[in-house]
Nanobody, 125 residues
Framework: QVQLLESGGGSAQAGDSLTLSCTVSGVPISTRGMGWFRQAPGKGREFVAVTGRRGNWTSVTDSVKGRFLISRDNDKNSIYLQMDSLKPDDTAVYFC??????????????????WGQGLQVTVSS
C-alpha cells in the first residue's frame, strides 16, 4: 500500500517562506518522478513542480519560477518544496504525488497515480 504523508503547511505573511515535506511509503521514490500540485478555492488542481527520479532534473510552473524549489532525498524517500517570497495567490491546498510510469508528461494530475492528503497553505497580505 502506497502512502504519502505531507507536512509543513500553515499560515504565512506575504514575503515569508515555508517548506513542505512529503514522505512516501510503499514505493521507492528513486524509481519514480515526484511532483507537487496545488488547488486554490474554486479552481482545478494546478501543476507546481516536478523532480526526476535522481533529482538532477526539475521543472516548476512559471508563476512560481525563482520563488519555489523542489528537491528530493531518495534515502529518506521524501521530497520537499521550498517556497520563498510567498504571495496571497499562493494560497491553496498543496498535494504531493507519485508520477506514473505510464506517462512521459508530468504536468497534469492524471500523470500521477498516488497522492497525498493535501496541505493547506494560506498567505495573507
Amino acid at each position: 500500500q502506497v502512502q504519502l504523508l505531507e507536512s509543513g503547511g500553515g499560515s504565512a505573511q506575504a514575503g515569508d517562506s515555508l517548506t513542505l515535506s512529503c514522505t512516501v511509503s510503499g514505493v521507492p521514490i528513486s524509481t519514480r518522478g515526484m511532483g507537487w500540485f496545488r488547488q486554490a478555492p474554486g479552481k482545478g488542481r494546478e501543476f507546481v513542480a516536478v523532480t526526476g527520479r535522481r533529482g538532477n532534473w526539475t521543472s516548476v510552473t512559471d508563476s512560481v519560477k525563482g520563488r519555489f524549489l523542489i528537491s528530493r532525498d531518495n534515502d529518506k524517500n521524501s521530497i520537499y518544496l521550498q517556497m520563498d517570497s510567498l504571495k496571497p495567490d499562493d494560497t491553496a491546498v498543496y498535494f504531493c504525488a507519485v508520477h506514473s510510469p505510464a506517462y512521459g508528461e508530468y504536468d497534469r494530475d492524471y500523470h500521477y497515480d498516488y497522492w497525498g492528503q493535501g496541505l493547506q497553505v494560506t498567505v495573507s497580505s
